[in-house]
Structures are given as C-alpha cells and as structure tokens.
C-alpha cells in the first residue's frame, strides 16, 4: 500500500471526503458537501487528503482541513461564549480552528492521521489551534493530547446534537514527536 499526503481540492473531491467521514463516524448529512464548500472560502483554509496510491489511482483515505476562526463561522460562534465565559478568551484570539479530520478505519494506526494533522499545522501563522472532538477516550482524543492539546471544555453541546464534545486547544507551532501514542491503542 503506498499513501501520499497531498493538498486536496475540496470543493473538487467534497464527495470522496464526505463518504470518508461517513465511514470514520457513521452517516453525514445530505448538505455535507455544501458544507465543505462554504468553509473553503473562509480566511486561512487549508486541506490536505491522504492518498492510496497503490492500484495506481489516488483514492481519497483520509483528510483534514481547516481556516483561521472568525466570527460569523457557524462553529466558531457555537463555541466562543462558553469559552469565554470559562476564562478561555486569550485561547481564540486569533486562532486556528481544525475543522474536520477522518481517516477511513482500515487505515487507522499507520500514522496518517498525525501526518494529516501536522501538515494541516505546519506554517499556520496563528499562535493556538482549537478544535472539537467526541468527548471520551478515543484514538483522536489521544493523538491530539499527545500534539500538546489541552482540554478547555469537555461535555460541550453544540446545538445540532446531543452528543458531548471535548473543545480542546494547542499553541502553535505543535509539539510534534515521532511516535503516535493512539497506534498503540
């Protein structure tokens, strides 16, 4: 198997990204793709896939995107308030938000996810990075904390879901080390 991290075409492969996440963390909604597209046009996007090269294709295994937070960004002003309320205002100031980031699972523990989000990482000119996950012991939970992210809030619910999310946040650059503690799990 021969996978490459590359910069994705979002708007060009919002399908092929949209079946991975739906395999990464069950079904997305029909509107996913406009999703995708909507958030390709805010300050600072960035997005890289994860390849299978091997069959001489290159199918689309994983992916992670993200922009600088604004206000006016559905996500961003789901979470401010209660970060700011928590003491948390100097973490999203002028901070970049990882959006989404899925690897297919017959992919997992090879390192892509910590690849795709270095890439995704490496030269972003913000001094924090934020992002959400689900809020138990996952493998991302893990390769996150062990990138420097910090838990702000845990138990968060965004108003689409009842589903408890961790907000959590790393200053920039990572810290960044050669072994994938979630691989291990």
Known sequence: MVVTIAPLDLRARAADAAAVQSVALGPVSPDRVAVYARHTVHPGFRAFGAFDTSDGEDKLVGFAYGAA???????????????????????????YAVTELHVRPEYHGQGLGLTLLTTLLSGVGNPTALLSTYDGE?????????????????????????????????PLPLAVRQADPARSA
């Open 69 to 95: 937070c604004r206000s006016g960004q559905w996500w961003f002003d789901q979470i401010s308030p209660s970060l700011r309320a928590a003491g948390y205002g100097p973490w999203i100031a002028d901070a």
């Open 138 to 170: 996952t493998r991302a939970r893990r390769l996150y904390r062990g990138l420097g992210f910090v838990d702000l809030i845990t138990g968060f619910r965004f108003g689409t879901s009842s589903q408890g999310y961790a907000l959590m946040a790393a």
